[in-house]
């Protein structure tokens, strides 16, 4: 797609033969069908350009919307992340079974911690009632021999929010009153069934406008393009994809950590029992709905994304400004109206390294002296799971020495929704709660490219190399 948007190509023409190349031959490799392939791609690359998704009985014209996604501007809408049906295998839904390695123990463990008596000796190996089967585990764990085995479908084990459902014919089915966008979904489904809108297509449109764009990323950037490329090579490849600057999202971690600390100082525990963070759009979203009563104990201030755009903004109000992230939940919070006037494109790792093999840009051979200094070692932690707690507690700490500030984190929405059940339960009065929709962090968000422990490290350097040490310490931020 974004070779098509840089050649300038007619995209009602060029997608059909987009999926020519991509699935070629009249054989298929992972499908019955080679026509079924090809209409999945065809329904992956419309999403590419922003399009609803359809269903097979829907599908007519491939075309069919792509004038309309043909412009300079946003162009896609809720919601983001779509099952593209007649790709899913309708996998088996959560289950128990009893293996071959069962020996008909006599103890029969099985049987006697089942709380509903769903498990029954048969002649070879035990059985389980499924229809009785609550799928609590205990006869899992109870086997001496391993023999009782659970699982479920990929997409649904990755949801926190239990937004997965079926069908009529038992394919996945998302609930987008629950979902949150946090895109794990994406990431674990091993058939490619599960997708989200992208707007690389109308970003490059744009930039050919000749506008003013830039470009602010996401901290998390680091070691996403390879081991051997460097930070500033990656902000150089930025520009030369036709962005006028590059900043870093981790000026405004630091803005928005300061903020976070003084509201923290001033409302904990004086008018809230705790404080949430507000980094994660998927985390504020999931307290919002899964917990609406307790959302006035999120933080008010705006996230990195939106800090860094307003600062934009505010020097050059008819700039353009694209955030490059691991993050496609990004994507849904920059429609909000509030925020949409900030930041105008939202793009992924994935996306924008698209844009690099489009434009044959091989990171690694460009020359890139100067050195990048937006932000402190604090505000690029904020990649991590822990990192933005971790800022907002430095902060606190010399905004008010001798004040100790209680922190708990929480990665991935499961986690997250623990959490906030304690906290709902009074368990964490006095805490500065850190939430995080992905596991790990920033650092493991649907859009990254790079395997966790990697990037683990590479943040963990990168963040030594900054000058200023906290958020107070960064120059580029006026005290007011």
């Not at 919307?65 to 501007?73: C, L, P, R």
């Not at 395997?451 to 200023?468: G, H, S, T, W």
Request: net charge neutral.
């Amino acid at each position: 797609i974004a070779r098509i948007a840089y050649e300038d190509k007619n995209p009602r023409e060029a997608i059909g033969k987009a999926i020519s190349d991509i699935i070629p031959g009249e054989v298929a490799n992972y499908r019955d069908s080679v026509f079924k392939e090809r209409a999945i791609v065809g329904e992956r690359l419309r999403l590419t350009l922003g399009l609803p998704v359809r269903t097979a009985g829907e599908l007519g014209f491939l075309a069919q919307g792509v004038d309309d996604s043909d412009v300079a501007e946003r162009f896609y809408e809720a919601p983001l992340v779509n099952v593209i049906t007649f790709a899913c295998e309708a996998c088996p839904t959560k289950q128990l079974d009893v293996t071959s390695n069962c020996r008909r123990c006599i103890a029969h463990p099985c049987i006697n911690v089942c709380p509903v008596n769903a498990i029954t000796m048969g002649k070879n190996q035990t059985h389980i009632d499924q229809d009785k089967c609550i799928k609590c585990g205990r006869c899992r764990d109870a086997c001496p021999y391993n023999a009782i085995i659970q699982y479920d479908r990929p997409c649904a084990q990755a949801c926190g929010v239990n937004a997965f459902g079926s069908d009529h014919l038992g394919r996945a089915k998302i609930n987008q009153d629950l979902c949150v966008s946090c895109g794990q979904c994406i990431q674990k489904c091993p058939f490619g069934a599960i997708a989200d809108k992208s707007e690389i297509y109308q970003l490059i449109k744009s930039m050919k406008t000749g506008k003013r764009h830039l470009a602010i990323v996401a901290p998390s950037f680091i070691s996403q393009f390879g081991p051997v490329v460097t930070p500033e090579q990656i902000f150089e490849g930025i520009r030369l994809l036709g962005f006028d600057d590059v900043m870093e999202v981790a000026l405004g971690a630091d803005i928005e950590a300061i903020k976070e600390a003084k509201e923290y100082l001033h409302e904990v525990p004086e008018h809230k029992p705790y404080m949430g963070t507000s980094c994660c759009p998927s985390w504020s979203m999931m307290v919002k709905r899964m917990f609406p009563e307790e959302d006035k104990n999120i933080s008010s201030s705006a996230t990195p994304m939106i800090a860094t755009g307003k600062l934009i903004k505010r020097k050059d109000l008819d700039a353009k400004v694209t955030f490059i992230g691991p993050c496609i939940s990004k994507k849904l919070e920059a429609l909000e109206e509030d925020v949409k006037d900030y930041v105008d494109f939202v793009i992924t790792y994935e996306e924008l390294m698209g844009m690099f093999i489009a434009n044959k840009i091989e990171l690694s051979g460009l020359e890139a002296s100067e050195d990048i200094e937006d932000s402190s070692n604090f505000g690029r932690g904020f990649a991590a799971s822990g990192g933005v707690a971790g800022a907002v507690a430095a902060v606190v700490a010399e905004l008010e020495p001798g004040r100790t500030v209680l922190t708990e984190k929480a990665n991935g929405l499961h986690e997250c929704v623990k959490l906030m059940k304690q906290a709902k339960a009074g368990k964490k009065d006095g805490y500065l709660l850190e939430g995080m929709a992905c596991p790990g962090g920033c650092l493991g968000g649907p859009g990254t490219l790079a395997p966790m422990v990697k990037a683990q490290r590479a943040l963990a350097a990168f963040m030594e190399k900054a000058q200023a040490k906290t958020p107070m310490d960064n120059p580029k931020i006026k005290r007011g």
